[in-house]
């Protein structure tokens, strides 16, 4: 307008002018409230089965990724991943995971208490699964 000088009208009334600025404040405050709540859950989220794996004196293996992982546990149970599944089932699971053939490493953790023999059944029939990458899964031995 032609009369305006510092934001007043030449009726002497100041003229209305919205701030462009966004006040972060708010923003930060709930970030900072999620990013405890994620610290605090995200080591309670590791949920698996429970079995115990025998002592040895390996190092521990560092990976970036999660691993498929089978669990035979001192009864007999088999699990692929947190899931409960049948000896006979195992095969078809893991060749429809794998396809023609995976080079990706698969874990088997076995209870202290589990037969031998289970073991290696279990172990043939990933390896006739198509997974020639395969590992064993044991604690470190605590002195």
Known sequence: MAGDVDGFSSTGRRRF?????????????????????????????????????????????????EPLTI????????????????FDELAPRLAAIAGEGSDARIYIRADDGASYGEVMRVMARVSASGYANIGLVTDPASD
Do not use: C, H, W
């Open 71 to 86: 669990t035979v546990q001192s009864d007999g149970t088999l699990y692929l991943m947190d899931t409960v599944i049948e």
């Open 17 to 65: 002018k919205p701030k462009a600025e966004i006040n972060v404040t708010p923003f930060v405050d709930v970030m900072l409230v999620l990013l405890i709540v994620f610290m605090v859950s995200a080591p309670l989220l590791t949920v698996g089965v429970e079995v115990d794996l025998p002592d040895t004196e390996a190092r521990a293996m560092t990976t970036s990724e």
